[in-house]
């Protein structure tokens, strides 16, 4: 049975396509994608709601329905109504800001080393490139800067967009790094203006330099004969990956088992989860609503081989 605040947000939706009386966020918003090298990017919304009963906010076309989480300022997790359509709406009654956290597929691999990324923010936004990378081609008239992690030893380009638009970024692949979801917090803070062009220039000349490299090692790394396990290797397998088979191991889980037992972002799981199937490691499943995730045969035999090693 529904509770009452479910009900009263089921009502909202129900003045929303009768009377248009539910208030849509259309100000107050901030956006930050963090892209991966595959084609992902976490997306994160921090809305301005003081004063709103609901808010209403369209999510990218390519949200992970899986991976949205919604959160108070107090960081209190909140229910939501999420439409066929894409649209997420929540009872923000006395609340000054809300938070909403999803993943989402806003982009593909080209040719290998070449990322096209399309990003339809509702507000500002600020789009951080993997480490390591280069930026090729972007729209729109951003503020081009550079960030670091708490140890200052890894950078990332930053693209700031100072209005609502539709984007587009391309960049170039260095040696592949994955970007966890906690590595940039408030703790990374943009250098000086003058700092942050010098180090911009730097980035996009190092790409240059490095294109033709990059050719020659993916033509040397295709006709290198590699063993069962080296493929993992080149798609950023690592001990997290190996404590979701082992957890896999165990019986079939869902998101929020994995996500529990490793100890890690949901949205962090979910990514790694769907590369280790496209590898053929993981299988996904259905039961009473929820997405189970089971070991494959060759999962289950690759786990063996790394166990031996």
């Known amino acids: 049975m529904l509770g009452g605040r479910h009900c009263l947000i089921i009502l909202t939706i129900g003045l929303l396509l009768f009377g248009g009386l539910a208030l849509k966020a259309s100000d107050g918003l901030r956006y930050t994608y963090i892209l991966y090298p595959d084609g992902h990017a976490h997306v994160k919304v921090v809305c301005n709601v003081s004063g709103k009963e609901f808010l209403e ?10 991976t949205i989480m919604a959160f108070s300022d107090s960081g209190m997790p909140l229910p939501y109504i999420l439409s066929p359509d894409g649209k997420i709406v929540v009872d923000v009654s006395n609340l000054s800001s809300v938070t909403i956290e999803y993943e989402a597929v806003v982009g593909s691999v080209f040719t290998e080393v070449q990322v096209n990324v399309l990003i339809n923010p509702l507000g500002p936004a600020d789009v951080i490139l993997p480490p390591n990378s280069a930026l090729l081609y972007f729209s729109g008239s951003p503020q081009i800067t550079t960030v670091s992690d708490s140890t200052g030893k890894q950078f990332y380009l ?3 967009y100072d209005s609502a638009g539709t984007y587009e970024v391309s960049f ?16 990374t803070t943009p250098p000086s203006s003058e700092a942050g062009a010098f180090d911009t220039l730097i980035f996009i000349l190092v790409g ?19 063993s069962e396990i080296e493929p993992l290797l080149e798609h950023g397998f690592d001990e997290r990956d190996k404590a979701i088979l082992k957890t896999l ?6 998101l929020s088992d994995l996500s529990k037992a490793v100890r890690l972002n949901k949205s962090v799981v979910w990514r790694r989860l769907e590369r280790l199937r496209e590898l053929g490691y993981v299988e996904k499943g259905y039961s009473r609503g929820k997405s189970i995730y089971r070991l494959t045969q060759k999962g289950s035999k690759i786990l063996k081989d790394l166990d031996n090693q």
């Open 57 to 66: 906010l369209k999510l990218e076309r390519g949200y992970v329905n899986e």
């Open 158 to 160: 930053v693209l700031s």
């Open 172 to 187: 170039l692949l260095l040696p592949r790094t994955e970007l966890p979801t906690e590595t940039l917090s408030s703790q």
């Open 208 to 226: 240059v330099a490095v294109t033709a490299l990059l050719g020659y090692f993916i033509i040397r790394r295709r006709l290198e004969k590699t």
């Open 249 to 254: 191991s165990s019986g079939e889980a869902t």
